[in-house]
């Protein structure tokens, strides 16, 4: 009787399991992904415009981004990028103009609901969501800081956008390549630390990502 128990026990268990990888296959999907990307902040200060600055980045993101696959059009993913970004700072006032070179390595955090609208080899691919980023490090004119998490304007979040292109290669691995926008929505407060009239943070990239599904 306690055999027979244990096989059906065994049996329920291995059933329970083999329809639970079933189910999970081709739901589940990891990407390398590398962004070229330019990054650009302008503001002002003042009520009447006292001050005024730019500031202009290039540079490199390389990470991993994991899929969860609702349906077979509808997934989000989150990831894990490292970025460097380098260029120029400009700051203007009825002093004068200064410039100085900066360069930000930050991480971040991508969270994405994507829609690809068609399962043929080549589809359109369209994605929403949320960057968030975290500048650790900022390097002006050859003097390197070190940002805490909980620093002024070291954490930032983005809403985001793309519209690219997803080129099935063989039914587990794709080829993704996405043009990317995101502005950035947690701007300074007024009056802390500077006293910011206009503000606008954006980001555009290329996105390229290379997508294994288990």
Not at 22 to 32: L, N
Not at 75 to 99: I, K, M, P, Q, Y
Request: aromatic fraction near 12%; proline fraction near 5%; charge should be positive.
């Amino acid at each position: 009787m306690k055999n027979r128990a244990k096989i059906i026990f065994t049996t329920i268990v291995v059933s329970v399991l083999t329809t639970t990888i079933t189910v999970g296959q081709g739901r589940f999907s990891v990407a390398a992904t590398v962004t070229p990307g330019f990054h650009n902040l302008d503001f002002s200060l003042g009520d009447v415009n006292l001050a005024s600055g730019s500031q202009s980045y290039r540079g490199l993101s390389l990470g991993l981004i994991a899929y969860y696959a609702f349906t077979p059009k509808w997934s989000l993913s989150a990831g894990l990028l490292h970025t460097r970004f380098s260029g120029d700072s400009r700051f203007e006032n009825a002093s004068g103009v200064t410039t100085y070179s900066r360069q930000l390595q930050s991480f971040q955090v991508p969270v994405l609901l994507n829609f690809t609208p068609s399962s043929h080899r080549l589809s359109p691919y369209l994605s929403a969501g949320l960057l968030t980023n975290y500048n650790y490090r900022i390097t002006a004119n050859g003097t390197q800081t070190n940002q805490k998490i909980d620093a002024p304007n070291a954490l930032t979040t983005y809403a985001m956008i793309g519209i690219g292109a997803h080129y099935r290669i063989t039914p587990r691995l794709a080829l993704i390549v996405q043009p990317t926008a995101a502005y950035r929505l947690n701007k300074p407060s007024s009056g802390y630390p500077l006293n910011y009239t206009r503000f606008n943070d954006y980001l555009f990239g290329l996105q390229t990502q290379l997508k294994f599904t288990f």
